[in-house]
């Protein structure tokens, strides 16, 4: 039989033979034409296999909902340090926020000025040649990481949510994305201009600083302009009225976060086929403030990212997730799990292995969540209690339930502190890094 390399008519009808020769396919077909994929292959022994029960567990707090704002990031930054500043204020965590704003703002402006100074220090003065590196196509988009939230900590402190809570467009970053991502490449025209006219670097940086200081503007506009000096009024677990006088951003981190997020760092497990475990890369995209260091991961097994959890988890300390949840995700019940829907029973689905969906493409960090709780049976965990947010009314209040084999294929990284590494892993950490 001939094979052709197009899709012939007769292959077609062949196809269409071979399928309906199964009755099971019709009806099957009929059911998800009619009630939707998921709902057809959901299997429900699996949720059963999931309850919401988890013998280390940290306190419940109030859930952020980020809405489409894009600030996983921020919010998961903010869910890891929440528990231990609240306690520093003696404030009930159900009473205590923290302003995303406030890190957006700055997060924005800072990546702005990284990105105008990043075509200052290029010797091209070609647009063509700069946008082929990607180095302005998405110049101040919302995301960000662990580092990025850290970078914004240190240099600019931390105020409560009502001290600059959430606006209209903080809540969905569409619209300032495009606003924002225009007004930096108009600047950035703007700059490539003046090297072009071999002007010199003190003219080009008075340039910039009339760029930043118009993109303040619109940012404050649009987020609401960050304060030098608040006041803050609480009742805290006594009754007791606390009113804080006249304190900067910075101060109020100073004392009142008594976690040591500097030696907070990437782990990740990234299998992709060229990776081996135990090495450690550096990955330049993804900073904010200019010249600070580029984000760091140590490559290891799966296993060792859950034992690192683990130890982390029963210090009270959550733990900071980078995670792909777009399959196998129910948001009704809140379960993660690989077997949730018979897919490889009912339409034919063929699973890829972690490596090759990384390499192919198939999945990506693109979410940040943080841990909050583990189940774990004869020294081994069964499934992890993991913080969204997006309000409280989806999943479990606010919560996936997410079994150990989801943590295998999707988990990218954790963020941990340095001291929960083993001697090896910390030896390897401290080597050079490998450039992505």
Not at 231 to 252: A, L, R, V, W
Not at 357 to 381: F, N, Y
């Amino acid at each position: 039989m001939k094979i052709n390399a197009n899709i012939e008519l007769e292959d077609i009808k062949k196809f269409s033979k071979e399928y309906n020769k199964n009755m099971d396919n019709k009806k099957i077909e009929k059911e998800i034409n009619q009630y939707g994929l998921d709902k057809v292959c959901l299997n429900r022994k699996v949720i059963e296999e999931n309850p919401p029960i988890f013998n280390i567990e940290l306190s419940e707090t109030k859930r952020y909902d980020q809405k489409n704002s894009l600030r996983c990031w921020a919010f998961a930054g903010i869910n890891v340090i929440k528990r231990n500043m609240a306690n520093n204020l003696n404030i009930d965590i159900m009473d205590f926020e923290l302003s995303d704003n406030f890190i957006a703002f700055f997060h924005r402006l800072e990546k702005a000025n990284t990105n105008y100074e990043r075509i200052i220090s290029r010797k091209t003065t070609d647009l063509s040649k700069i946008t082929k590196k990607e180095l302005i196509k998405e110049p101040v988009e919302e995301i960000g990481n662990w580092d990025n939230f850290v970078s914004i900590v240190r240099k600019y402190g931390l105020v409560p949510m009502k001290v600059m809570p959430i606006t209209i467009e903080g809540e969905d970053a569409t619209k300032v994305n495009r606003l924002f991502s225009e007004i930096v490449k108009k600047n950035i025209v703007v700059l490539t201009e003046l090297k072009r006219q071999n002007n010199n670097m003190q003219d080009i940086r008075k340039a910039k600083a009339k760029m930043l200081e118009e993109d303040y503007e619109f940012l404050s506009k649009v987020y609401g302009e960050p304060v030098n000096r608040f006041d803050y009024k609480y009742t805290d677990k006594n009754g007791k009225e606390i009113s804080i006088k006249d304190i900067t951003p910075n101060e109020f981190v100073k004392r009142f976060l008594s976690i040591d997020i500097e030696n907070f760092i990437f782990i990740s497990n990234v299998p992709n086929g060229i990776k081996k475990y135990g090495q450690k890369f550096k990955d330049p995209r993804y900073i904010n403030v200019y010249k600070n260091k580029y984000v760091e991961y140590l490559h290891i097994s799966s296993n060792e990212l859950k034992e690192l959890a683990v130890k982390q988890l029963k210090e009270n300390i959550p733990v900071m997730v980078g995670i792909y949840i777009r399959k196998f995700a129910d948001k009704e019940t809140g379960v993660l799990d690989t077997r949730l829907y018979n897919y490889e029973k009912l339409v034919n689905y063929k699973k890829l292995d972690k490596a090759n969906r990384i390499l192919l493409g198939d999945i990506e960090l693109h979410h940040w969540m943080t841990i909050t709780g583990v189940q774990i049976e004869d020294e081994i965990p069964k499934r992890w209690k993991v913080e969204d947010s997006y309000g409280n009314k989806e999943k479990v209040n606010g919560y996936y339930i997410m079994n150990d084999n989801y943590f295998d294929e999707y988990v990218f990284t954790i963020i941990v502190h340095k001291k929960y590494l083993t001697e090896k892993q910390l030896k390897l950490y401290n080597e050079k890094s490998i450039m992505e």
